[in-house]
């Protein structure tokens, strides 16, 4: 790499994960990709970062952070082995761009960079534009971005993510306008190689229906409930392994439509161990595990994580899915010591793990405006009422970045109860050792800690049985 461009490497997550090399892939794993950039506007010394990533599952993703230093106007990277299509997103100074609005799409738009590519990113008549080998490829899904973006800024597709509006409608004009973007899209059939062609299309294909069995499984309706016509056009598609193993959308499209099919519409709880067997006898070689990883990672609240996670981790032979699996599970598994947290209350008296050695300690972590936190509140409450004479201890953890709305939410009750000790992380939200340590990532989120300061597997969800498994927990620890 020449010796103006320095690199930063920040693994947010995990290293890429390295894809098996594929005798039915068309392209050569050894040939060199990069991506390089000649803009008028950019000045020497701005930084340029390129943000490869292979995962993105539910609110985890695996991220390779890349920068170059601007010199003469351009930018260069170069990567000597890129084993598999990864999503691409390129950063820019917002402010050198002349136009902030196609500014602002540039740095939305995903790109899918395969190995062997070789495009420069230039600006002309006022928007980006990709030149060199298999451009055309990054040049259609920024096209199809800008498509999309300005066909669904409107009051219908803005509601479609409000489970309150009418669903029927949002449903109906997201299926108008996906099938817009859809025939534009095969406008550009022949412009790229077939492979990247299919990959681009099926993971459109395949994104679209997560959302929809997404909300369908949150709300726990069909989509006959809200008069919609439930047609997924890619539930008969045969099952290319070689292919559905690069789709970035493919193993949560699975997921979703597992539990729309098997619970939302037979009216049954997701269970991970019925997902993990579904998965481990359909599917096969790397889409099977990579199917199962996702799984796992997505379910880090299960009660059965750590049953799954080990059956997982025995039968998976690629290493990159056996450690990022490791890795996002290290400090979920029932066992391993709990962090040693220290929190203060309203008073500013300091509370610390080690302060409950001895004591069952149940954390509840939540935020203002989290409407399940809400209705988590009187069911916890109910379990506390029932250990109030024993050696067990409540502690609610907020996230807020406001003390004052931490404390109007304490005083109002919503949010906590009187047996409960309400403990506040200072501000900092997810950047708190305590959340980060704890991994949480979606609230509200209870945590069980065993009298020895261990980790003790998760329970169900006290809104689904009543708090009946939360409370064999912590009995069998008393």
């Not at 290290?330 to 929190?343: N, P, R, T, Y």
């Not at 409407?371 to 506390?384: D, E, F, R």
Request: positive net charge; charged residues 30%; aromatic residues 12%.
């Amino acid at each position: 790499m020449k010796t103006h461009i320095q690199l930063l490497i920040l693994i947010i997550l995990s290293q890429i994960v390295s894809c098996r090399t594929d005798k039915n892939r068309d392209y050569d794993f050894k040939q060199i990709t990069s991506i390089s950039g000649d803009l008028d506007f950019l000045e020497d010394g701005d930084s340029i970062s390129i943000v490869l990533t292979e995962f993105v599952i539910g609110n985890e993703r695996t991220d390779s952070v890349y920068t170059a230093v601007v010199k003469d106007r351009k930018f260069f990277f170069e990567w000597s082995r890129i084993n598999c299509p990864l999503t691409m997103r390129v950063r820019i100074p917002m402010n050198r761009v002349p136009d902030k609005k196609q500014a602002d799409s540039f740095q939305r738009a995903y790109f899918t960079i395969m190995p062997g590519d070789k495009a420069n990113l230039c600006y002309d008549e006022g928007d980006f534009k990709f030149e060199g080998r298999n451009a055309e490829k990054f040049n259609c899904q920024y096209s199809l971005y800008k498509m999309e973006r300005k066909m669904t800024d409107n009051s219908v597709y803005s509601s479609f993510v409000d489970r309150d509006a009418n669903l029927k409608a949002a449903f109906t004009y997201k299926d108008s306008v996906d099938s817009v973007l859809l025939q534009y899209l095969d406008t550009w059939k022949g412009k790229m190689s077939k492979r990247a062609f299919n990959i681009i299309r099926l993971d459109f294909s395949y994104g679209s229906e997560v959302i929809k069995y997404w909300l369908f499984n949150g709300i726990k309706k069909k989509g006959e409930d809200v008069g919609y016509s439930f047609k997924d056009t890619t539930s008969n598609r045969v099952i290319d392994s070689s292919l559905h193993t690069e789709l970035r959308s493919f193993p949560n499209y699975l997921i979703e439509k597992f539990e729309y099919d098997s619970c939302t519409v037979a009216g049954r709880k997701f269970q991970l161990g019925d997902c993990y067997r579904f998965m481990d006898k359909t599917l096969s070689d790397e889409l099977r595990e990579k199917c199962l990883t996702y799984l796992i990672i997505k379910n880090l609240k299960s009660d059965s994580l750590t049953k799954y996670r080990n059956m997982a981790l025995n039968s998976i032979e690629n290493d990159s899915y056996k450690k990022l699996i490791e890795r996002m599970t290290k400090k979920h598994i029932e066992g391993i010591d709990a962090f040693d947290f220290s929190l203060s209350d309203k008073n500013g008296k300091q509370y610390s793990l080690s302060d409950f050695k001895g004591k069952v300690v149940v954390l509840d972590f939540w935020f203002t405006g989290c409407g399940p936190c809400k209705q988590m509140t009187p069911y916890l409450a109910k379990v506390a009422k029932k250990f109030k004479p024993f050696p067990v201890v409540f502690l609610s953890v907020c996230a807020d970045r406001s003390k004052k709305t931490w404390l109007k939410s304490v005083s109002e009750g919503e949010y906590t109860f009187n047996n409960s000790i309400k403990l506040f992380t200072g501000g900092r939200g997810r950047e708190h050792s305590m959340i980060k340590n704890y991994e949480v990532r979606g609230y509200p989120t209870i945590i069980l800690i065993n009298p020895e300061g261990k980790m003790m597997r998760k329970a169900i969800d006290p809104r689904l049985d009543d708090g009946e498994d939360l409370e064999n927990l912590i009995r069998e620890k008393i």
